[in-house]
C-alpha cells in the first residue's frame, strides 16, 4: 500500500509563505503525476497544481503565478510552496499521486495538512 504523508501546514499571516511536503513510501514509478489539491469547509477539492514526470505543471486557475509544485523523484518527495498567501487560501492541503501502469491508472491521496492564513 503506497503512503503519501504531508507536513508543513501551519498559521500563517496574509502575506507570508509557506512550503508543503509530502513523502511517497515508493519511488514514483514513470510514468506520474503529482501534486496538490485542497479543500475548504463546505466546498468541493480544487485543483492546486501538479507536476509529472515529462516537467510539465498545472496550476488552478486562484494560483495566479503564487504557488509553485516541483518534487525530488530521487527522494520520493513532492513540494507545493506557497507564496502572497490570502485568507482565502485556508484549506485542507492534500497530496496526490497518479501513477500509470499498462492497464490502469492508480490514484493515491495522503491525509491532509491543515493551512489557516490569519492574522
Known amino acids: 500500500q503506497v503512503r503519501l504523508v504531508e507536513s508543513g501546514g501551519g498559521l500563517v499571516q496574509p502575506g507570508g509563505s509557506l512550503r508543503l511536503s509530502c513523502e511517497a513510501s515508493?519511488?514514483?514509478?514513470?510514468?506520474?503525476?503529482v501534486g496538490w489539491f485542497r479543500q475548504a469547509p463546505g466546498e468541493e477539492r480544487d485543483l492546486v497544481g501538479t507536476?509529472?514526470?515529462?516537467?510539465?505543471?498545472d496550476y488552478g486557475d486562484f494560483v495566479k503565478g503564487r504557488f509553485t509544485v516541483f518534487d525530488d523523484r530521487e527522494t520520493s518527495m513532492a513540494y507545493l510552496q506557497m507564496n502572497s498567501l490570502k485568507p482565502e487560501d485556508t484549506a485542507v492541503y492534500y497530496c496526490?499521486?497518479?501513477?500509470?501502469?499498462?492497464?490502469?491508472?492508480?490514484?493515491?491521496w495522503g491525509q491532509g495538512t491543515q493551512v489557516t492564513v490569519s492574522s
Open positions: 496526490y499521486l497518479k501513477i500509470f501502469t499498462n492497464s490502469t491508472t492508480v490514484e493515491y
Open positions: 515508493i519511488l514514483f514509478p514513470l510514468p506520474y503525476i
Open positions: 507536476f509529472n514526470s515529462a516537467g510539465n505543471t
